[in-house]
């Protein structure tokens, strides 16, 4: 069973920076993917960023060059770092652990989510 928190939500000016994080408790593995998804009002839930345990990640085109996205297996975190934010990254943004196996998706662990709002 893995738990997750996120914080670091909140109203920012399009330009600015936010940075979420993603507490992490619980029993993870190398079979483990952490990231980060959002969903905006009337949308599906579509992937940010994601980085496996050996710290490979991968970013949805839109915010390539603006997001980071870091694990700290040390304090057990995953990050998002979000600069050059725009409106259109508005959403609630969920933290995620992804168990697979092989290439097969075994279980998705969700955090609460965390608003993020960008002003125009």
């Known amino acids: 069973q893995v738990q997750l928190v996120e914080s670091g939500g909140g109203l920012v000016q399009a330009g600015g920076s936010l940075r979420l994080s993603c507490a992490v408790s619980?029993?993870?593995?190398?079979?483990?993917?952490m990231g980060w998804f959002r969903q905006a009002p009337g949308k599906e839930r579509e992937l940010v960023a994601t980085?496996?345990?050996?710290?490979?990640?991968n970013y949805a085109d839109s915010v390539k060059g603006r997001f980071t996205i870091t694990l700290d297996k040390v304090n057990h975190t995953v990050d998002l770092q979000m600069d050059s934010l725009k409106a259109e990254d508005t959403a609630v943004y969920y933290c995620?652990?992804?168990?697979?196996?092989?290439?097969?998706?075994?279980?998705?662990?969700w955090g609460q989510g965390t608003q993020v709002t960008v002003s125009e």
């Open positions: 995620n652990a992804r168990i697979f196996q092989g290439l097969s998706i075994l279980h998705d662990y």
């Open positions: 619980g029993r993870t593995s190398s079979s483990y993917a």
């Open positions: 980085t496996t345990m050996s710290h490979t990640t």
